[in-house]
């Protein structure tokens, strides 16, 4: 049941556009307390199905750019691998620290970005209004 | 945007933005989207919406080859996978549902406030 709503948050969250990993990763680990490898496996599995969803949906609106996509991709998966191969053969102490950091800047940035866009958002609707 | 040719400089932040959202997405088993779509919007002045569908598009075969990666070093947990999934399936369609009724602001500050919290405590 805990492992439902947490999965059930993150969708929420992830739903809305914001990071879902972000919220999935720390409260497994913080709630049930995987190994941090498994539950970044768990985010990234879970990421696949969504995903396909969400993508075909965004194809038919005619949404994705792929002149973007191919050439990130590429270099993308360049990374994907290096990352990956890193990640496997760090412990699970040192990954836990390391993934605290990264969403302590994550959490800092969306604290800080997101007011002003909002203001344009506003304005903008005002505008429309 | 001309037609077909694309500079080099373009060529850099394409590498630069695939080869970090790439590391980080593997690294940390997530976080290529937050990091994806201020990239393009930022670098490669893309709209908004279309960077995040277009991020989606740039992840999903990231995280293939990142899964494929930790399943084979057997960091795998099937159940606790599919029993998260399906919360999650439930939890995405009420997300897109309610994001048109809720405003996404204050939830961005509880997120914030909540990952940051966490995130203190996966450090120390």
């Known amino acids: 049941m805990l492992l439902f709503l947490i999965g059930l948050a993150s969708g929420i969250i992830s739903g809305m556009g914001i990071g879902g990993g972000a919220i999935l990763i720390p409260a497994l680990v913080l709630f049930v307390n995987p190994n941090q490898h498994i539950a970044q496996s768990v985010n990234l599995l879970f990421f696949i199905p969504t995903a396909v969803i969400a993508l075909i949906v965004h194809i038919k609106n005619k949404r994705v750019n792929f002149k973007l996509t191919i050439p990130i991709v590429i270099f993308g998966l360049v990374g994907a691998f290096l990352g990956s191969r890193l990640a496997v053969s760090l412990p699970g102490v040192s990954l836990k620290r390391y993934f605290g950091i990264f969403l302590l800047v994550l959490g800092f940035y969306e604290m800080l970005r997101k007011d002003k866009k909002k203001n344009k958002e506003q304005e903008n609707r005002n505008e429309h209004a | ?124």
């Open chain 2, 1 to 124: 945007m001309g037609k077909g040719r694309i500079s080099i400089s373009k060529h850099i932040k394409f590498a630069i933005i695939g080869l970090i959202t790439g590391i980080a997405n593997g690294l940390f088993g997530s976080g290529g989207g937050t990091i994806a779509v201020p990239a393009m919007v930022l670098l490669l002045k893309e709209e908004e919406h279309v960077a995040h569908a277009t991020a989606i598009s740039i992840i999903l075969p990231l995280t293939l080859v990142s899964a494929f990666i930790y399943v084979s070093n057997s960091y795998i947990d099937w159940s606790l996978t599919i029993k998260t999934m399906l919360g999650g399936i439930v939890g995405g369609y009420l997300g897109a549902k309610l994001l048109n009724i809720c405003p996404t602001r204050i939830l961005r500050k509880i997120f914030a406030v909540f990952i940051i919290a966490a995130a203190v405590r996966m450090i120390i």
